[in-house]
């Protein structure tokens, strides 16, 4: 350990810890901008510069390790004082104009400017503001791009090439017409964006955001001849209340039904049902696929940040994709056909919403071979958006079901949301499937938790153990997909593409105040699993309503008309 | 300096051939002596800095020849490398020796065609003769030799900055640590010289450092090139020794004084990243030491004098279009400074300005020179914040006084 004074406080680190990093240990914050823990450290922003005795020069405290005796002043005249001159500029080429002002920013309520801004403490804005006067970027169905708002702190760039393993942003531009964007600034629909969000999360402006599907879900509730209904995702059942000042991992189902009642769906139902039958529809084939040794490893298909990357960069290895639905899309082919049949609502007059934790949902709603049958799909953010706008604070909401039919799930539907979860949930029925019993041990501990790359070896009989692996964000998907290239042999791997699975994903409540980004995954993460734990059905084959929806009119898994409705195809789409 | 030099056969490289014979600790304590400090700008000692690459461990280093000499008024480097290439050559390899290193990059600057011309055929010419490729003068010595073009860009004259674009990468500074002596040109210990500095290294090894020590002042060892421009009668390079002059005699009788019906306004000491003298701060003897105590900087040795006929205005508008054209774009402060200074400096009212846009140019300057990233942002506001200061009543409405 090695001692230092940070604000006239002694404090001990442990060598190799970074000054800032120091400051937080010592309950100082230092303002930041370009900084991301979990990212590579930039520098760019200047906001952490701090007086160390004994150097001639301020110095960065997000770069700066701190050494033994350092002597530290976070926060004198002069440091105070460049960041506010430093943040003035900021200001001044951040597109602020009567036309376009804060109010209608997509990041009106999360901004870290502002708060920012509170931090240092601003008391002046002097400058005139510099018109910069770039197009904005609209050509993907899943992110929008305002440049004009982009500070230029590379923090998406980063997260993309570190966290994904993919960078589809870069720098171009010499000197103040620095810029991020794409390749040959295509757009980011015409690179190879897996529209995995997680550069919407990493933004602190306005400058990323999902393409907005809300008003397009409020004039459908005011339509009178449609029949709207939604389905929700599990992982936004433990963070949407973080939108409304609750803790991380915060469950909030009943609400979350009640509020959308409120809005005025006509039905709300439950994409959990559906995670259900994935996993019908998917252990069945990952059984005959196992016991006929045919295009292994098998590879889990639900995230549809995962299959746009391996659609561009492994195209040679799509046969290994389950050919199952994702459960948004399985339950947008059962809405209208089933329901719209057991209702005797036509298929044209139902509007199928979908609130999910993504913003690669957005563009696997809209892919050719889904058809209609997710009409509009809201993050997370969306929809606690439209609770505010109709003001209903869902904290205060009182708890309700969901509808029936397409409403009831079991345990394994809950962990979806968490990387490790469609796994284990696959298993539980797996193991059901090849022996006709149930698997004892139901919590599967090798496949839970936030490591990136997880593998297990699952005993199911004497003469059959099944190797897995479960990886989280998309650079750890890379580095599973080459294990393979370089030989590395299982069974059946899951993907998910955003850090930590769905509760991570790109469409989530951004957070808020001191709690690191790890800190929240583990709350949500957490929550689901005891969701799971306190249900009393915890297999998707044990789930009556399933049950009843094979009965009644799929037949069985793996059946014709599963395959109508329930499977899919994929697009090598290559490197362009 | 006698005639250019240009053909390998005609050359002895008697410097090399000394240090073939010295272990590397030898030639660098030769270096060490000789008080050598970096003739790019910055003015850090060479000797130190091989001394640290030596004790650097791996097995691969590099040594790079920074020829990016891009700070405006400099052309001493362009001078070595037309007419005395060899002379650099000799000292990449001596600095190659000291290091360790087996390869190295010369980086020269994209607009100096001629300069890049003549090189590579130095470099062809080498290869032939032995002195560049294996066992050098039959020595145990290899060493190979890769000319870059830069791309143009100012701020790739900063070593980091430079390693980056040598990698094929966007010409933006480097965190540091580490520095380039311990993770420089793909990771690996890198020096990165000015040319000028090699091709004195050459010479402190041929003759000396004794003899070296015994030309300038005790904290300006040796001698300099300088590069005479701007409204001058004689502009060029000319080599002087440390302390044996003043930067007036050096403007009056080397370069013979301001353009005929003119008289010099002020001059810059060391290049456009150094704070301006007024005529009368002159009296200054030309080293280190000297134009620090004048209020400025020796820069990279280049000295531009200003004639009467030139607006202020016009000057500080030029400076400040290049700084906003060079930053790289990376940190804040520089990036947004540079393009609110260029912004300001254009509001002019009658080539004066607001106090108020005076005291912002402070802030500014106080921004930039606090907390960039680089040397680039951390000089850039020199110049023009030292014309505020030494001409208020031509630039300031009201005077500067408040």
């Known amino acids: 350990m090695i001692k230092l004074i940070i604000d006239n406080q002694e404090i001990s680190v442990e060598p190799g810890t970074t000054i800032l990093e120091a400051a937080r240990a010592a309950k100082v914050k230092i303002p930041t901008l370009c900084y991301e823990e979990e990212l590579s450290v930039f520098g760019g922003c200047r906001l952490c510069i701090v007086e160390v005795d004994n150097k001639d020069s301020l110095m960065p405290a997000c770069a700066t390790e701190a050494e033994d005796g350092m002597v530290i002043r976070t926060h004198t005249p002069k440091v105070r004082d460049i960041r506010q001159t430093i943040f003035e500029m900021i200001i001044a080429s951040h597109d602020i104009s009567c036309e376009l002002n804060c109010l209608t920013c997509s990041r009106a309520s999360s901004c870290e400017l502002r708060e920012v801004a509170e931090d240092i403490g601003v008391t002046r804005m002097r400058l005139d503001p510099i018109i910069r006067g770039h197009s904005k970027d609209f050509s993907s169905y899943a992110i929008a791009r305002e440049p004009n708002k982009c500070i230029t702190c590379d923090r998406c760039i980063r997260k993309c090439q570190e966290i994904q393993g993919i960078g589809i942003f870069a720098n171009a531009g010499r000197g103040p017409e620095t810029i991020v964007t794409t390749f040959e600034d295509r757009g980011i629909g015409n690179v190879e964006c897996t529209n995995c969000g997680q550069c919407i999360i990493s933004c602190p402006t306005g400058a990323l955001h999902e393409v907005y599907h809300y008003d397009k879900v409020w004039e459908a509730l005011y339509d009178e001849s449609k029949h709207v209904i939604v389905q929700t995702a599990p992982s936004v059942r433990v963070a949407i209340a973080e939108s409304f000042g609750a803790e991380p991992g915060t469950v909030a189902t009943g609400q979350l039904v009640a509020g959308l009642r409120r809005l005025g769906f006509d039905r709300v139902f439950d994409t959990n049902f559906t995670a259900d039958l994935t996993i019908m529809e998917e252990a069945t084939e990952v059984v005959k696929r196992i016991t006929e040794n045919q295009d292994l490893p098998v590879f889990t298909s639900c995230s549809p940040g995962w299959i746009k990357f391996i659609e561009h960069f492994y195209p040679e290895y799509l046969g290994h994709l389950s050919t199952a639905k994702s459960p948004q899309q399985m339950f947008g082919a059962i809405a209208k056909s089933y329901y719209a049949e ?132 998309l650079a750890n998907a890379h580095r599973v997909m080459e294990m393979l290239k370089e030989g590395k042999e299982y069974h059946f791997i899951e993907f998910m593409a955003c850090p930590g699975g769905c509760i991570g994903g790109g469409g989530q409540p951004l957070p808020t105040g001191n709690t690191t980004r790890q800190e929240v995954r583990e709350k949500r993460q957490k929550a689901l699993y005891q969701i799971d734990h306190t249900k009393k059905i915890r297999r998707s084959h044990d789930n009556p309503m399933i049950k009843k929806l094979y009965a009644d009119y799929l037949g069985e898994p793996g059946s014709h008309k599963a395959h109508d409705l329930l499977h899919t195809k994929y697009t090598a789409r290559g490197i362009k | 300096m006698g005639p250019p030099l240009l053909k390998a056969e005609e050359y002895d490289f008697k410097g090399l051939q000394k240090a073939l014979k010295l272990r590397p600790e030898g030639i660098i304590d030769e270096i060490k002596k000789s008080g050598l400090k970096g003739r790019g700008g910055a003015g850090f000692p060479t000797g130190v800095k091989w001394e640290l690459a030596l004790a650097e461990t791996g097995e691969k280093k590099y040594i790079i020849c920074n020829a990016d000499e891009g700070e405006p008024g400099t052309f001493k480097d362009r001078y070595l490398l037309e007419e005395r290439p060899l002379k650099v050559l000799e000292g990449i ?113 041929n003759q000396g450092a004794d003899y070296y020590t015994g030309l300038g002042t005790k904290n300006s060892r040796g001698t300099k090139l300088i590069c005479l421009s701007g409204d001058i009668e004689k502009p060029g390079v000319y080599e002087v020794e440390f302390g044996s002059t003043t930067l007036r005699d050096i403007l009056y009788e080397l370069g013979g004084g301001p353009l005929k019906d003119d008289s010099f306004k002020f001059i810059i000491p060391g290049g456009l990243s150094t704070a301006a003298l007024t005529i009368e701060e002159l009296d200054c003897q030309y080293s280190y030491e000297g134009i620090e105590a004048a209020g400025s900087s020796l820069g990279s040795g280049a000295i531009i004098a200003i004639g009467q006929k030139h607006q202020l205005l016009e000057i500080l508008q030029r400076v400040g279009r290049f700084y906003m054209d060079e930053t790289c774009g990376t940190c804040f402060p520089c990036r947004e400074g540079n393009r609110h200074i260029d912004y300001i400096f254009k509001k002019h009212h009658n080539g004066k300005f607001y106090q108020e846009d005076v005291d912002i140019l402070a802030d500014i300057g106080k921004a930039i020179s606090g907390a960039a990233r680089c040397g680039l942002g951390q000089t850039s506001l020199s110049l023009a914040r030292s014309l505020f200061y030494k001409f208020p009543e031509e630039l300031i409405i009201g005077g500067g006084q408040r």
Not at chain 1, 374 to 400: H, I, P, W
Not at chain 1, 444 to 457: D, F, M, P
């Open chain 2, 93 to 205: 390899l001596i600095a190659a020796r000291a290091i360790g290193a087996n390869e190295g990059f010369i980086y020269i600057r994209g607009e100096y065609t001629e300069p890049i011309k003549i090189f590579k055929k130095t470099i062809e010419e080498a290869e032939k003769q032995g002195v560049l490729g294996d066992n050098i003068f039959g020595s145990d010595f290899n060493f190979k030799l890769t000319l870059v073009r830069g791309g143009g860009a100012y701020v790739c004259g900063d070593e980091t900055s430079l390693i980056n674009s040598i990698e094929g990468k966007r010409g933006i500074s480097r965190i540091k640590p580490p520095y380039p002596i311990q993770a420089g040109l793909f990771d690996r210990p890198t020096v990165v010289n000015n040319v000028e500095s090699l091709a004195a290294a050459a010479e402190i090894i």
């Open chain 1, 342 to 473: 057991e209702s005797g609502i036509p298929r044209e007059d139902i509007v199928s919403v979908s609130i999910m934790p993504c913003t690669a949902k957005k563009f696997e709603a809209q892919r050719p071979e889904m058809g209609d049958d997710v009409d509009y799909v809201l993050t997370t953010r969306e929809a606690a958006m439209m609770f505010k706008s109709a003001g209903l604070n869902l904290c205060e909401q009182d708890e309700s079901d969901y509808d029936e039919l397409l409403g009831f799930s079991s345990g394994a539907a809950d962990i979806f949301g968490n990387t490790g979860g469609v796994m284990e949930a696959a298993l539980r029925t797996a193991y059901h499937i090849i022996t006709g019993e149930e698997l004892e041990d139901i919590e599967i501990n090798a496949v839970r938790g936030l490591e990136g790359i997880k593998e297990a070896s699952i005993k199911i009989t004497d003469d059959l153990t099944v190797n897995v692996a479960v990886a989280n964000g």
